[in-house]
């Protein structure tokens, strides 16, 4: 046992490294989850080294192991210290030296030649497209953040969210988010999470100085959205990201970002230093079980059925695939497996951005052939093949009621993506390959509910669900 008590505490320090991790993986802003991968990384670098020089002089097979174990141990090694240095080396899209103009420019021409295969692409747009490019090429100084700004645009002038440039950009050497993270409600900005709690809750009144108003405009006007619904929906990437920002003329400093809040009826101004963008990403995005839409964050995929009552069915509704379940689901329905009580489907596509289109249509033909009525719950997050769903219902000429928000996109709108990245600065790009005419004189970008949710703060802060109010009143008066 003595031999060993090195290994075991090296194997120890791994194994609680790996436990904390485990508890704190969604909030790598805070220390425990530094101290935790600076536990798993010492031990398990320790643990190995102890054990190449224990075996070092043993047989042979034991020195074979011995230096098979000290090169992982000296790559895990160099992978940590080049990371820490400049983790752009690791990544392979990404030079780690700066992005000259002239690379800048070849970037915009690759993007230019793919964003000429949307199906949407026409003489207009290549002309707004080639100024862009002229304007960048007549600028001087350092364009890096002119040039993130550049290639925004240049995407969101086809006014679809398929389409946009990823707001991370990795050829910085650090690229920063502010430590929140923002929703437009019905009543203003506010910050739903932060690393500091004492912030959440907050509303955003400006940004240095800039108002938030102003603030969000600007960022809208880039994002390209389908429609203003789905700008609020994105500018929850947008509205942190310090080197967006910077690009606006909105900041000029990741380690001082001044916000000025209101936080209980009292306005102060917080200073903020910013977070690296990987680190904000794994943050903020990760996918959360929570039921109402709150930021550009995943949903948990989640297709799920519950009867809430003796004649109401629920079903929880994250993602459009899995045409097995769904096709179950529509034979249950119609053969009343769930109880010939049961006389009203109401279906969550709150948190629904889409999935595969191709999974549904067992699922659509039962429910159109059943005698069942149908509620849809929507937000600004339901989108891409969850519209198409809604669309191809519709098309049934079954009857349905829409509660919530106006959806991400209309009946008809570009989708299916291909993603490619940039030569020179690693930036990935997402362009839309087809356009989906589902019903085409319903010429709306977007469909509208028959019942609308203003969607206050209050709301969600306390936990009040303005969709399920609203279903409330419509089940009463349906019964």
Known sequence: MKNHKVAIAFLLCLMVGIVV???????????????????????????IGHLALKWFRKSIVKKIAAGIFSLIGLGVLSIVIIGYIDARILLPAVSSTPVTKMQWLED???????????????????????????????????????????????????????SLMMPLPLYLKNPKYLPIQTYVFWDGIYITK????????????????HPIDVVYDKVASLIGADNSWGAKNHSSLYVPNIDVLKGLDIVSSAEEVILELEIDGKKINKKLKGVSAVKWSLWALSSSEEKQPV????????????????????????EIGQETVLTDIGNKIYNQFYGKEINHFVIDLRNNGGGDNYTYNGLIEKLSQSDIKITL?????????????????????????????????????SGDPNTIFLPNSGLMVNISTKSWHFIPELTDNSIPPDVFIEYNSSDYFEKNDPWMKA????????R
């Open 377 to 413: 719950l929507t937000s600004r997050k339901t989108y891409s093949a969850a519209i198409n769903f809604i669309s191809e219902l519709q098309l049934t000429g079954k009857k349905f009621r829409i509660i919530g928000e106006p959806t991400g996109a209309g009946h008809n709108h």
């Open 471 to 478: 279903l409330r009143l419509e089940l009463t008066k349906n």
């Open 108 to 162: 915009f021409e690759v993007m230019h030649n793919s964003l000429k295969e949307h199906p949407v692409y026409n003489d207009s747009l290549e002309g707004i497209i080639n100024k862009l490019k002229y304007d960048f090429e007549n600028k001087s100084g350092n364009l890096d953040h002119l040039a993130l700004i550049t290639g925004i645009r240049m995407v969101g002038l086809f006014n679809d969210s398929h």
């Open 295 to 318: 930021g550009w964050n995943l949903r948990t995929p989640k297709i799920d059925v519950e009867t809430k009552n003796d004649y109401t069915l629920w079903m929880t509704f994250n």
């Open 194 to 209: 932060a690393s500091n709690t004492d912030l959440i809750g907050a509303r955003i009144i400006s940004i240095n100085n």
């Open 21 to 47: 991790l485990f508890y704190v993986r969604k909030e790598p802003l805070n220390f425990k989850f530094n101290l935790s991968i600076g536990l798993i990384i010492i031990g398990f670098i320790g643990f």
